[in-house]
């Protein structure tokens, strides 16, 4: 394929926000790809070279984007730097010096294998001497590229390309173009993709085989599994009831969710619920973890607390917050913050692969596997049968440190559902005890300039909940309280990645924000309650015509849920289930704004 082609596509991506639309194109695209080429086009098409596990970075600055473009086009580097501050898009800048510099174009076209090829190089150059071997390469593109096609290569490199291609939409569009229309196909083409987390694979394979070829895409060590998320449930009663009279309820830990990749040769990589690889950031679970396994390959998943050496007591979530995402003073904070993986699941036991069991053979699995120790253990539980018992072990859960209590489902069809969201597992948090049953993990999508005490920095936050049907977020509340000093005075530096000049075109609201964001920030939100409104459009209309969701007294508990990406937030649906569960237990309220 010409990278034209794939540029024609994008232009017409770019054009649209509706997720038919998006999934047509994309349809049309994978259909006229090779084989070969289909990873390349998929993955370029996110702004990506690789699946998202793999953690390829292109390592391109905006100076060095600068430079090559200097280079490719003629022009000073300071000229460049005026009119991409002007247009404020280094893309729509390159794009206009090539127009005016128009050359006769003798060189041949580029095609997508050939800039794949080439932003690999650029991604894979390292060390010394790597800087001028990415400005080469960059220039060698986009002094060949036509205009149009420079302004995309510079927006790819730059993290900036935006088509609003994501992974649902990318599975409805392989469901378009090679599955047959039902439902059915299109659930077995996400279920491949939920168990390799790698578009490229799952579409390859059903081009090459058609659905049935879906089959072969199993489990493999190495590769992370989307993870299985659980329901909520306002008591415990309708737990049980959901769960048909007995569960098995473990400790809900409240710490880092980690999928542990043991390799036949005692390798070991840990994957964040994103599937981000965190193993540098927890080094002493790499060896413990190595020895606590009796088969290799395994698969495992658990999550890491901090647990306090002296007591062996587990500390709260901010402690391993600490640990997270840091580089550097490793060995300080692993002797000041000793963690410990609470193993809840086994997907892989060796050679058999246990994901598709019911969860009481997964469970009688994993205790078979794990020896477990100080640092790897595994997590508490307790089949109960009725409510009491339920809410004694939920009691004793919280006094031990737990935020609540998962409840796990015993029936046969128990199995691991990688990236469903069902009530085979349901969590009862101890907020739900009092006041609005659960926090909301809302996404950011705009601030307000702060007035008084906090005028010249942030003083509010626009919050919006995820709706995955329209693929939009839709805003919910306005939170400034909850805010530290020192989360104020950093939450600039926090959001300026994310600041836009205009409004996201997937954002959905009536207030209009001093500042806009691109949806990619998530902080846990509590309130009061959730009450119909005319102001907030979230699940706008789900519960009554021309009425959204908006949460009373909003306020932030201090968490950045730096775990979750924007669509991973709170969805529309889930905020509609939250109100459900809150009117079961008061009187229904009046719409109010
Ligand atoms: P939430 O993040 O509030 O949606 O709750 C689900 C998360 O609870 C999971 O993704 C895990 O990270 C975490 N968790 C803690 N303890 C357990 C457990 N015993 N079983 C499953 N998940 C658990």
Redesign the pocket.
Known sequence: MKYADLVAAYERLDATTKRTELRDVLAELVRSSTIGELPAVLFLSQGQLRPEYEGVELGVADSLARRAVAEATGVEAPEVLVAQQRSGDLGLTVEELKLRNARSASTPALSVAEVYEKLRAVADARGAGSQEVKVQALVELLARSEPVEAKYLVRFVLGQLRLGVREMTILDALAVAFGDGTKESRRRIEDAFNVSSDLGLVAQTISKGGLDALASIHLEVGRPIR?M??ERSPDLADVLKRMEGAAAL????DGL?VQAHIATDGSVRLFS?RLEEIGDQFPELRPALAAAVQHRPAIVEG?CVAVDSDTDEIRPFQEISRRRGRKYDLERMQSEIPVSIFL?DVLLDGTTETATLPFPDRRRSLERLIVPGERVRL?DQQLVHSVEEAQAYFDRCIAAGGEGV?AKSLAPESAYRAGARGFW?I?YKREYTHGLADSVDGVVVGAFYGKGRRAGRYGALLMAVYDPDQDQFETFCKVGSGFDDATLQALPARLTPFELDSEDPKVRTSLTADRWMRPGLVLEIRGAELTLSPTHPAALGKLRVGFGLALRFPRFTGRFRDDKGPTDATTAQELVRLYQSQVKQASPEEPSA
């Open positions: 993870p998320l659980a473990e400790m809900k830990y969710r619920r999550e809840f997590a998962m597992w969590k």
